[in-house]
T-cell receptor
Framework: DSGVTQTPKHLITATGQRVTLRCSPRSGDLSVYWYQQSLDQGLQFLIHYYNGEERAKGNILERFSAQQFPDLHSELNLSSLELGDSALYFC????????????FGQGTRLTVV | GENVEQHPSTLSVQEGDSAVIKCTYSDSASNYFPWYKQELGKRPQLIIDIRSNVGEKKDQRIAVTLNKTAKHFSLHITETQPEDSAVYFCAASKIGTYKYIFGTGTRLKVLA
């Protein structure tokens, strides 16, 4: 158990819908990262938050948005879902900003039908 | 922008042999290089990391080497075992960019 909690574990939804993925980082970790992993693909960096502030964006679509709340949990919002958005979405947390181990959650498997 | 290339994409070795996975990074200011192992259906987990002030680091059967001049780093697994079979990801990061960029992954199969 990495200490990073992601909910839900599985999500099945229809095209055009909107979903929210939730991540609770390890106690004491201020950084939260979101990654998308499509089938047999690598880890695509989406976005990074540190202590409530957005610090970096990667290949995140405009239909996707995220935020980190004062209690440091984070949510990734995916809207106008398309079949190609089906993937495993990982959240990771670390103590600081970069240069330290990132601890991954178990991921949320999103299936868009 | 930052980019990390990883080779090979797949690697099959006989049990007991060594495996080497190589990564090249584009940003010369990168200074932290972790390696993660992802078993099937599970989350990535750190197995070893190295910082730019060190050229080599070992942990039992696993070692990582860093060549800052050439901007590449490698993962070495000796005496491979079936439980080493997984996807391995390298990553590179540097202070100030807040990005943690992963390579494309290497699927390692250790044949018994």
């Amino acid at each position: 158990d990495s200490g990073v909690t992601q909910t839900p574990k599985h999500l099945i939804t229809a095209t055009g819908q909107r979903v929210t993925l939730r991540c609770s980082p390890r106690s004491g970790d201020l950084s939260v990262y979101w990654y998308q992993q499509s089938l047999d693909q690598g880890l695509q960096f989406l976005i990074h938050y540190y202590n409530g502030e957005e610090r970096a964006k990667g290949n995140i679509l405009e239909r996707f948005s995220a935020q980190q709340f004062p209690d440091l949990h984070s949510e990734l919002n995916l809207s106008s879902l398309e079949l190609g958005d089906s993937a495993l979405y990982f959240c990771a947390s670390s103590v600081g900003v970069m240069n330290t181990e990132a601890f991954f959650g178990q991921g949320t498997r999103l299936t868009v039908v | 922008g930052e980019n990390v290339e990883q080779h090979p994409s797949t690697l099959s070795v006989q049990e007991g042999d060594s495996a080497v996975i190589k990564c090249t990074y584009s940003d010369s200011a990168s200074n932290y290089f972790p390696w993660y192992k992802q078993e099937l259906g599970k989350r990535p987990q750190l197995i070893i990391d190295i910082r730019s002030n060190v050229g080599e680091k070992k942990d039992q059967r696993i070692a990582v080497t860093l060549n800052k001049t050439a901007k590449h780093f490698s993962l070495h697994i000796t005496e491979t075992q079936p439980e080493d079979s997984a996807v391995y990801f390298c990553a590179a990061s540097k202070i100030g960019t807040y990005k943690y960029i992963f390579g494309t992954g290497t699927r390692l199969k250790v044949l018994a």
